[in-house]
């Protein structure tokens, strides 16, 4: 199994950035998946998942701005990142879901992680 991120950077407060996680060696199709983040100093949080029917869901910090979407033909999660701030800096992860519905943002309900990728949003 593999979750391979990209896209992390350094940006300007206000602007944008689009993260990538191509996943392989699992059923891509009927998996949820998430992406989360880990900012210095504090605990790992959800910031958006997919799940297998589409459904996404989104933390409040994020909603309105960021935007996840899933590429099936591609085996392929992306998290599109508008309107970022500073307190967005973390580094961020792409995780497979235990199932394919994705209810919450719980660490215990992901199966497989991703190396993380560095976003930094200079103010």
């Known amino acids: 199994v593999q979750l391979q991120a990209s896209g992390g950077g350094l940006v300007q407060a206000g602007g944008s950035l689009r993260l990538s996680c191509v996943a392989s060696?699992?059923?891509?199709?009927?998996?949820?998946m998430a992406w989360f983040r880990q900012a210095p100093g504090k605990e790992r949080e959800g910031v958006a998942s997919?799940?297998?029917?589409?459904?996404?869901t989104y933390n409040d910090s994020v909603k309105g701005r960021f935007t996840i979407s899933s590429d099936k033909s591609l085996n392929t999660v992306h998290l599109q990142m508008n309107s970022l701030k500073p307190e967005d800096t973390a580094v961020y992860y792409c995780?497979?879901?235990?199932?394919?519905?994705?209810?919450?943002?719980?660490?215990?309900?992901?199966?497989?992680w991703g190396k993380g990728t560095l976003v930094t949003v200079s103010s």
């Open positions: 997919i799940s297998s029917s589409g459904a996404a």
């Open positions: 060696g699992f059923a891509f199709d009927d998996s949820g």
């Open positions: 995780a497979q879901g235990r199932y394919g519905n994705i209810v919450d943002f719980s660490q215990a309900g992901m199966r497989y």
